[in-house]
């Protein structure tokens, strides 16, 4: 299952950026968990140790417990048409 953590860093770009992430998931029919890190600071701190970056902001995408990449690498992907690639599902 692919999942996506969030969090305030600023606001609208977050939240943004997520709902691309979100559209893009559903376009492809991909079944995601959202894990909201805006109401846990140990959640916050979990994704930043899962991404190997204490300043990592949301969106960051995993693939169960392997790390996919960013918002940016997320795009980049989107543009490239590597989408399934980058979710590690091919």
Known sequence: ???TYRRL???QKVKQRQEDVIRILD???INYELIDISISLKKLQQMRRKVSSPKALPP???NDQEYCG???MFHKAKE???ILKFL???
Do not use: R, S
Request: glycine share 4%; proline share 5%; hydrophobic share 30%.
């Open 80 to 82: 490239n048409k590597e």
């Open 9 to 11: 860093g600023n606001p």
């Open 1 to 3: 299952m692919t999942k």
């Open 88 to 90: 590690k599902l091919e």
């Open 70 to 72: 960013d918002f940016e």
């Open 60 to 62: 960051q995408i995993f």
């Open 27 to 29: 376009a492809y029919k």
